[in-house]
């Protein structure tokens, strides 16, 4: 059986052995109660991870970014995001549906606005007309720009002028453990500016399963309502949540390996005049790149057909993203295929 390389996602990772031992000797109990032990253990460190006074165990990112976003909004009040964020792009309208919020899109660079862009498009309270402007939403990292990290000193900046408006702020951190691995910079510090934080267990940390949301005692109260209003009360959770806690204690440092990964892919890629990449969005374990002279389904076609399995990311580009269940040789191996499929065309 050909060896599938597989770049499309840092979700197609499958749980180690290790993983898996230790979900097998999960101590569990009943979670809609609080008495799953190991899924109470998991909220307790990431709280502490995150610097944040209490944390919940949810299914999704998605659910994560959407339970935010109800508890911190009522309906009609509105969110600022970038204009690529996952909560606009890749959330299924789920803010309107869910919520009844709306958001307003802003044009950052490379997933990034500044306040200078923000601050106009806060509405003023006076405005009984309008919608209500309630939060301040940042993506880090930001996953249709190229997986490339927010400054932390804007996010300061951000939170100025959120206080400064009297909004909130929720990061939407499903790979905020990247940011962290590429800076150095700890994830509470990333967490300190926000009144929410989601970020993903089953990303590059290699869970099967599962974000966890965190903030205030309070905010995780309500959290904990609607997340089971909507279907996310779950009972013996703790086979899933051992994964989760597995992946926080043991996998953080290890991405390191996936940027060195998507560095190796990007050393062949940009200097290559059949693509284009935009070198400067390298920065942690995804990539985004464009064939000059080849249609892109062709390209991904032709790639899938030789054992390399690749995304598409916004229109008219592929998107690459590295993770521990591809090697370095498996990288070499990529390049061969692109190789292959790029002079084909010559």
């Known amino acids: 059986m050909k060896n599938i390389i597989d770049l499309r996602s840092d979700t ?3 749980p180690s052995e290790e993983m ?7 101590e569990v109990g009943d979670d809609v109660y609080k008495e799953d032990p190991t899924a109470n253990k998991l909220e307790s460190y990431a709280a502490e991870l995150l610097g944040k006074e209490a944390a919940l165990f949810v299914p999704s990112g998605v659910m994560g970014n959407q339970i935010s976003l109800n508890v911190l909004t009522q309906p009609s009040d509105e969110v600022i995001c970038e204009a ?4 606009l792009q890749y959330e299924s309208g789920s803010p309107a549906a869910l919520s009844g ?3 307003m899109p802003i044009k950052g660079e490379r997933g990034v606005f500044t306040p200078d862009q923000v601050e106009p498009f806060i509405r003023p309270t006076s405005a009984y007309y309008m919608a209500r402007s309630r939060v301040i939403e940042v993506e880090n990292t930001h996953n249709r720009a190229g997986g490339t990290i927010h400054p932390i000193l804007n996010i300061k900046n951000l939170r100025a002028l959120a206080d400064k408006h009297n909004l909130v702020m929720h990061l939407d951190g499903a790979r905020i453990w990247n940011a962290s691995v590429a800076t150095g910079i700890d994830v509470a510090n990333y967490a300190y500016y926000f009144d929410s934080v989601s970020t993903c267990l089953s990303k590059g940390l290699g869970a099967p399963v599962g974000s966890v949301i965190a903030g205030s005692k309070e905010f995780i109260t309500e959290a904990f309502r609607v997340r089971k209003a909507w279907g996310g009360g779950m009972r013996q959770l703790g086979i899933i949540a051992a994964a989760g806690l597995f992946a926080l204690e043991n996998n953080i440092d290890r991405l390191k390996e996936d940027h060195d990964k998507a ?8 200097p290559n005049d059949g693509f284009k990449i935009d070198s400067s969005s390298v920065q942690t374990n995804i990539l985004i790149f464009s064939p000059v002279n080849m249609p892109i389904d062709d390209f991904l076609l032709k790639c899938k057909g030789k054992g390399l399995l690749l995304s598409v990311g916004k229109v008219g580009t592929v998107r690459a993203v590295t993770h521990m269940d591809v090697s370095f040789e498996d990288i070499k191996r990529a390049i061969e295929i692109i190789s292959e499929v790029i002079d084909s065309q010559l």
Do not use: P
Request: aromatic share 8%; net charge positive; proline share 0%.
């Open 20 to 26: 898996r031992k230790t979900m097998y000797n999960a």
């Open 12 to 14: 197609v990772t499958k």
């Open 84 to 87: 690529d964020a996952h909560i």
């Open 263 to 270: 560095k190796m892919l990007a050393d062949f890629l940009i």
């Open 101 to 103: 919020i709306q958001l």
